[in-house]
């Protein structure tokens, strides 16, 4: 079993940047791919960010060039900063960690 604890959100205006962490324990060494995906009212989770344990990254394309996904040495922990927030980045953001652990979620609001 893994166990996904998350930093909390917050609320940010516009244009602001947010940073997130996820503190992963248990069995580490079963995670090899880590990730975010976000959730807000009445959609589907979506993708958001993902990083695989050689360090190899993909973002969804409404991100890309704003947010930032890495992780420690020791791959415990990922970190998603966000920059440049717009509102419809509001939403729940879960921490994942492949295959199938996930994250109790926090809030992220963007809103002026």
């Known amino acids: 079993q893994v166990q996904l604890v998350e930093s909390e959100g917050g609320l940010v205006q516009p244009g602001g940047s947010l940073s997130l962490s996820c503190a992963a324990s248990?069995?580490?060494?079963?995670?090899?791919?880590m990730g975010w995906y976000r959730q807000a009212p009445g959609t589907n989770r979506e993708l958001v960010a993902s990083?695989?344990?050689?360090?190899?990254?993909n973002y969804a394309d409404s991100v890309k060039g704003r947010f930032t996904i890495s992780r420690d040495n020791a791959k415990t922990t990922v970190y998603l900063q966000m920059n440049s927030l717009k509102l419809e980045d509001t939403g729940v953001y879960y921490c994942?960690?492949?295959?199938?652990?996930w994250g109790q979620g926090t809030q992220v609001t963007v809103s002026s």
């Open positions: 994942t960690a492949v295959p199938g652990f």
């Open positions: 248990g069995n580490i060494l079963s995670i090899d791919e």
């Open positions: 990083i695989k344990s050689g360090g190899l990254t």
